[in-house]
C-alpha cells in the first residue's frame, strides 16, 4: 500500500494494492464508496480501482451500460475527473450532502456535478486563461487548468494549478479549494522560483515560458508540481522544473530541481522538460519522487548538470537526486525530438522475490523499460542496464496495473500506439515481462498511445477501460475490454464500444483518462462530460 494517505482518514479496504478508499471521521466520504482523489487513482499512477463491485463483464454490454448523463462545460478539459462520494456543499442553490465529480477546464474554470443527476453544484472561475501561449498549437485556442488537480480528503481541500493572463504576463498560481464551496481556504501562492547555475549565476522561472502539465502529487504533506515548455518554444528560456509547497499553508520548498543548470550551449536550446503527457508525478513507498524528462541540447547530457531523456527519482524535499536511469541512446533521441518524457513512470505496488520494487516507462520510441525502483540503472552509451526492454509502439501514454484473478500475478498494461498490451510480472527465476495478450486497435488519429485505466471487485471481474484519441469526425471512444475474454487469450474481447465525446483539437493529443467509481465510468472532453454506467432493467437492480 502507499504510506500516503493523510488526514483524519482511515483506510478500510485491506485489499492488496487497492486504491485508497476512506472513511473520513469528519464524514465527507461515504462508507463503502469509492473516492478517486488523484490522477490514476494512486500515487503508484497504477490507474486500478479494485473496489469496483457494480460493473463486471456481464452487464458492461451495449444492451446494459451505455450514456447516462451528458453536462456543458465552459472549455476544452485536458485534467482527470475526480469523485467524492458524500460532499457536504455549503454553498449556491444545492447546499446538502451530495456525490460529486470535479472538472477542471482549460477555461480556469472548475465544476462540482451531482454524479446522478448531472447536475452543476457549484463552478467557480478563477481568471482569464493564457491565449495559444508562444503561439503554440498542440494545445487548445487558451491553457488554464491544464493539469490534474488533487484532493486531501482530510482536510476537504482541492489543490489546483491557475494559469492566467495578468497584466505582468502569464502567471501560475497553486490554489487551495474548500470541497464545499469551490473557494479558497487561503492566500493562492504565486509561482516563483530560482536555481543557482554551475557558473553561480541565478535562474529565474518564467510562467511565459513554462507549461505546467504532469498532475499534481500530493505525498508527504506537501503537494508537487513538474513543469515543461509549450511546443519546445522559448527553448533559450524553458527549463524543466520540480517545485514542491507545503500542503495547507501553500509555502513553497526553499529547494527546487531544475533539470538543466547548465548557463550556456551551443545552440542555446535547454529545456529538460517535465510533461509525460500529462502523466502524474509517482512516488515510491520512502515518498521518493519519480517522473521522466525529455529532450535537450544533444552532447550536453552530463546525468548531474543536465539530465535529458531520463527516469529521475528525487527525495521528497527536492534537494537530491537518488537515482536515474537514461537510455543509451539518449544523444539520437535529442538529436530527433523522440523524448522518452512523452510517457510517465508507473512504479509497481510491491512484487514478490528478491527484486520487489519495479517501474517500468516507455516513450516516444515505443520501448518500454521494465527497471528496478531500487537501482534504475544510470547511464552507459553502450547498454540499458535494466530488468528488461519491450516493443510497445510510439507513447504519447502511460501504463496501467492490477492483478489478475487466475494466477495472481501481476499484469502491466502498455497503452503504446494503438492497442493495449497485457504483460505478465514475471519474478522468478528471473524478473521480467511476458506478453500474454493484446487488444484490437482503437483507432484515432493524433499521436500513438492512449490511457488506461483498470476496474475490478478485489481481483475478480477486471475490466481494461481506454479512451481513444479523436477521429476523422474529431470524435473520441470509449472501450472497455475483457482481459481474460478472448478466446485463444491473445486478443482481448471488447465488451463495449461507445462515442464518448469530441474533440475538435486535432492538432493537440487529447491525452485523456477514463475514471471509474461506483459503477460509473466518467469522460471529460471538449466541453463537455458525459458519465456512463448501468442503464434499464439492470441499472435499477443495483
Not at 245 to 262: C, I, M
Amino acid at each position: 500500500m502507499p504510506r500516503n494517505h493523510q488526514g483524519s482518514c482511515r483506510i478500510v479496504s485491506a485489499a492488496v494494492f487497492s486504491i485508497l478508499v476512506f472513511v473520513c471521521l469528519n464524514g465527507s466520504l461515504a462508507a463503502g464508496q469509492t473516492a478517486v482523489t488523484t490522477y490514476h487513482y494512486d500515487n503508484y499512477r497504477t490507474g486500478w480501482n479494485q473496489n469496483e463491485s457494480v460493473l463486471t463483464p456481464a452487464n458492461v454490454t451495449k444492451a446494459t451500460f451505455g450514456l447516462q448523463k451528458s453536462v456543458v462545460l465552459d472549455d476544452q478539459v485536458d485534467a482527470q475527473p475526480l469523485v467524492v462520494p458524500g460532499v457536504v456543499i455549503t454553498a449556491g442553490s444545492y447546499q446538502g450532502t451530495h456525490d460529486v465529480v470535479y472538472v477542471a477546464t482549460e477555461g480556469n474554470t472548475v465544476y462540482a456535478i451531482d454524479v446522478h443527476t448531472g447536475t452543476v453544484l457549484l463552478s467557480s472561475n478563477f481568471g482569464s486563461a493564457v491565449s495559444r501561449p508562444l503561439g503554440c498549437g498542440n494545445n487548445g485556442p487558451r491553457v488554464g487548468i491544464n493539469s490534474t488537480p488533487v484532493i486531501d480528503p482530510g482536510s476537504n481541500t482541492l489543490y489546483v494549478m491557475i494559469y492566467t493572463q495578468d497584466k505582468a504576463g502569464p502567471t501560475y498560481r497553486l490554489h487551495a479549494l474548500d470541497l464545499g464551496s469551490l473557494t479558497d481556504k487561503v492566500t493562492p501562492q504565486v509561482v516563483t522560483a530560482s536555481h543557482t547555475m554551475t557558473d553561480g549565476s541565478t535562474f529565474t522561472f518564467n510562467g511565459k515560458y513554462q507549461r505546467q502539465r504532469p498532475a499534481l502529487l500530493l505525498a508527504n504533506g506537501s503537494i508537487y508540481a513538474g513543469f515543461g515548455s509549450f511546443c519546445d518554444l522559448g527553448a533559450n528560456l524553458s527549463r524543466g522544473w520540480l517545485l514542491g509547497w507545503t500542503a495547507g499553508t501553500l509555502a513553497p520548498f526553499p529547494s527546487n530541481e531544475l533539470l538543466d543548470q547548465q548557463p550556456t550551449n551551443r545552440d542555446g536550446f535547454f529545456l529538460s522538460s517535465i510533461w509525460m503527457s500529462g502523466y502524474g508525478l509517482a512516488t515510491d513507498d520512502a515518498g521518493n519522487i519519480l517522473f521522466v524528462t525529455g529532450n535537450s541540447d544533444s552532447n550536453t547530457y552530463d546525468g548531474i548538470t543536465n539530465i535529458q531523456e531520463s527516469v529521475v527519482k528525487m527525495s521528497p524535499t527536492l534537494t537530491t537526486v537518488i537515482d536515474l536511469f537514461t537510455p543509451s541512446d539518449q544523444v539520437s533521441l535529442d538529436q530527433s525530438d523522440a523524448d522518452f518524457g512523452s510517457g510517465g513512470v508507473l512504479v509497481l505496488p510491491d512484487q514478490p522475490g528478491n527484486t520487489p520494487h519495479l517501474a517500468v516507462a516507455a516513450g516516444k520510441v515505443g520501448t518500454m523499460f521494465l527497471m528496478n525502483e531500487d537501482s534504475l540503472g544510470g547511464y552507459s552509451p553502450n547498454a540499458n542496464n535494466v530488468l528488461g526492454s519491450y516493443s510497445t509502439g510510439g507513447c504519447w501514454c502511460g501504463e496501467s496495473y492490477y492483478v489478475d484473478p487466475v494466477d495472481g500475478l501481476g499484469r502491466v498494461v502498455s497503452s503504446g500506439g494503438f492497442s493495449a498490451g497485457i504483460w505478465r510480472v514475471q519474478t522468478s527465476p528471473k524478473v521480467g515481462l511476458t506478453l500474454v495478450a493484446n487488444s484490437s486497435s482503437i483507432g484515432g488519429q493524433q499521436d500513438p498511445g492512449f490511457f488506461t485505466t483498470i476496474s475490478s471487485n478485489g481481483t475478480a471481474n477486471p475490466i481494461i477501460w481506454a479512451l481513444s484519441r479523436p477521429d476523422g469526425n474529431a470524435t473520441l471512444s470509449l472501450f472497455a475490454f475483457n482481459p481474460d475474454g478472448g478466446k485463444k487469450k491473445t486478443t482481448v474481447k471488447v465488451l463495449f464500444r461507445h462515442r464518448a465525446g469530441a474533440w475538435p483539437n486535432i492538432g493537440g493529443n487529447a491525452n485523456l483518462v477514463p475514471v471509474v467509481a461506483n459503477g460509473q465510468v466518467f469522460i471529460a472532453s471538449n466541453k463537455q462530460l458525459q458519465i456512463f454506467g448501468l442503464t434499464g432493467a439492470k441499472a435499477s437492480k443495483k
